[in-house]
């Protein structure tokens, strides 16, 4: 037998702004399953819930990511690796760019077409 229950909670004001349309990023099941490294999957995140699509510094994803690379290099490698396996997965333009301090994305075109609740 199936009853039509409802559930209701409170939350206090500064808690429900992270429940906002504009602070929900979605993130596909299907694009989970084919992103396979850990740092694609933390970037893919990153870049799902960045709605700037702004250069980012290298130095703010080796921090926010909690890299375990050492060396700043190392991080830098396994940042392109994961960049190269967003692009393959059509989640970025395959066009990023990579400088000296900075990290330059679009978001795949093809996913800019998706409506927000896809």
């Given amino acids: 037998e199936v009853t039509d229950e409802k559930y209701y909670f409170r939350l206090s004001p500064e808690m429900a702004m992270f429940f906002a349309e504009e602070n929900i990023a979605y993130v596909t099941i299907e694009d989970r399953k084919n992103v396979r490294g850990m740092l694609a999957k933390w970037l893919h995140a990153y870049i799902v819930a960045d709605k ?52 330059y994305y679009q978001r795949s075109a093809q996913r800019a077409a998706l409506p927000a609740s896809a």
């Fill in 52 to 103: 700037s699509s702004q250069p980012v510094s290298i130095d703010q994803l080796w921090r926010l990511s909690r890299s375990g690379a050492a060396r700043r290099s190392t991080f830098v490698q396994s940042l392109r690796a994961a960049l190269d396996e967003l692009a393959v997965c059509k989640i970025i333009e395959p066009s990023f760019k990579l400088d000296a301090h900075y990290l």
